[in-house]
């Protein structure tokens, strides 16, 4: 599948799970794309931020990712690092437990699950594992997800039925034809 160019700015209202907002810039690189974004919320009672930078290749392989968190627990920061080939590094460590991931997943945004989506290029009927590199939102501990994405049939972009069954997800995602979620059900709208 091949997507329309990036817009140079998204925005996204949590709804249900929790209340409230991101917003993501999206400027080319030489060789990639660089997404920078922050989110904030209130979930469970408690509130949290999040600011990220995400650095991808041209094949939508992250490079780096770097996030600050704020929440009532403290102020986190965590970077986390690849060659683009599933080897990480977090916070200049070796991470073995997160081999064969190439996507980072922000549980704190809707914009990472362009990542997978862009990256596997999926036809209709094509379906894929991509586990990822997970970063929760309050505190930003990092952890591996296990998750699949299957094509569906288009209605007004592209659409996938994601599933990540540590969570007991799975629902179908709305995509536009820029590979921007436009509906994660539970979870988020497309606002810009």
Not at 97 to 124: A, F, Q
Not at 147 to 157: L, P
Not at 164 to 189: E, K
């Amino acid at each position: 599948m091949t997507f329309d160019s990036l817009p140079p700015a998204a925005a996204w209202r949590h709804v249900e799970a929790r209340d409230g907002f991101e917003s993501a810039f999206f400027a080319p690189r030489p060789s990639g794309v660089r997404i920078s974004g922050h989110t904030c919320a209130v979930e469970h009672d408690d509130v949290w931020d999040v600011g990220y930078i995400i650095d991808i290749d041209e094949r939508w392989r992250t490079l780096t990712a770097v996030a600050h968190g704020r929440s009532a627990a403290g102020i986190s920061e965590t970077v986390i690092e690849s060659a683009g080939d599933g080897r990480w590094q977090v916070d200049g460590r070796p991470a073995p437990l997160l081999d064969g991931c190439l996507d980072v997943d922000l549980e704190s945004s809707t914009c990472t699950n362009t990542l997978p989506t862009h990256r596997l290029s999926l036809k209709i009927g094509e379906a894929a594992e991509a586990p990822a590199v997970y970063v929760r939102a309050a505190g930003l501990a990092v952890e591996r997800l296990d998750q699949s994405y299957r094509r569906i049939e288009d209605r007004n972009g592209p659409r996938y039925n994601y599933a990540a069954p540590r969570f007991n997800v799975d629902v179908v995602l709305a995509f536009d034809r820029a590979g921007l979620l436009t509906d994660y059900p539970g979870l988020a709208l497309r606002a810009h």
